[in-house]
């Protein structure tokens, strides 16, 4: 039997790949704009916080997930990266394209006043870690993520930056498409405070020759008696609603309050 003729013109781009190529386009253009718009809020001395990382980067600081790269209020901005995984960014860094913007921004006159926080490690409690983590060497990878976030602590010209623990577990969370839920929520709940320990017995451990590593963590906090977010802090079961950002903005000023007095 003679196979099917096909008429496609080998030299049109499928709709699908010219839409994606359009968004892509589009992302990126944005991306550049609201970079010089960073970088010019950066020199005039007008930047003055920057959350870095995965969608609790992007809303603590702020009610709606926005832009990329957007500013939220009063000197303060967020990059979100996506759904990235703190494994992932232990194993390969920040996107590179970050990193220059970043290192820019780090050559303004008042870049050591900027204050720079990071947020990854949620997805990795809630969709991967539960199946190893109770085998050696699971966290392994805690200790490299810091020295990432120091790297781009370099590269910022910054002295001192705060990482974000990641929040409680829930029971009410919503399965989102491409990231399952693996485990019970007792399970979850452990694997969470086994990265928790992890990150404060890494961050305790690094060496005094890079910008100083200060966690928020505000587990404690959010949590009821079984270690589960309490609903009066989230308005998903994932992320802050105004009560835990006010939880998380006091945690941010207390941990600041114990550096300058050091």
Same mark, same amino acid.
């Given at each position: ?50 959350w ?22 009063d000197?303060?901005?967020? %990059? $979100? &990266?996506? /759904? *990235? ?9 920040? +996107?590179?394209?970050?990193? !220059? =913007? ?15 926080i ?8 809630? %969709? $991967? &870690?539960? /199946? *190893?983590?109770e ?7 805690? +200790?490299?993520?810091?020295? !990432? =976030? ?45 990265? !928790? ?8 451990a ?9 966690l ?21 079961g ?25």
């Open positions: 039997m003679g196979g099917a003729v096909s008429n496609a013109d080998p030299h049109r781009v499928p709709f699908h790949r010219t839409r994606h190529i359009i968004r892509v386009t589009i992302a990126r253009t944005a991306f550049l704009v609201m970079s010089t718009r960073l970088l010019r809020a950066a020199f005039t001395g007008r930047l003055k916080e920057i870095v990382g995965d969608s609790h980067a992007a809303l603590t600081p702020a009610r709606e997930l926005g832009a990329p790269l957007r500013h939220i209020e000197g303060r901005w967020v %990059c $979100h &990266l996506g /759904p *990235r995984l703190q494994f992932s960014i232990a194993r390969q860094g920040l +996107p590179p394209a970050v990193l !220059r =913007i970043f290192r820019l921004v780090g050559r303004a006159k008042n870049a050591k006043n900027v204050l720079w990071y947020s990854f490690g949620e997805i990795d409690v809630r %969709c $991967h &870690l539960v /199946p *190893r983590m085998q050696p060497g699971t966290y392994d990878f805690v +200790p490299q993520y810091l020295e !990432r =976030i120091r790297e781009a602590a370099r590269a910022t010209g910054s002295e001192r930056v705060l990482v974000y623990v990641p929040p409680p577990e829930s029971d009410v969370a919503e399965e989102q498409t491409g990231f399952p839920v693996v485990g019970t929520l007792e399970e979850r709940t452990r694997a969470l405070h086994l990265m !928790r320990d992890a990150m404060h017995k890494a961050a305790a690094m060496s005094d020759d890079g910008p100083r590593i200060v928020v963590d505000c587990i404690d906090e959010f949590s009821d008696e079984n270690g589960i977010w309490q609903w009066r802090y989230t308005y998903d994932l992320h802050t609603n105004d009560e835990g950002r006010a939880v998380v903005r006091a945690k941010i000023n207390e941990v600041l309050a114990a550096e300058a007095g050091r």
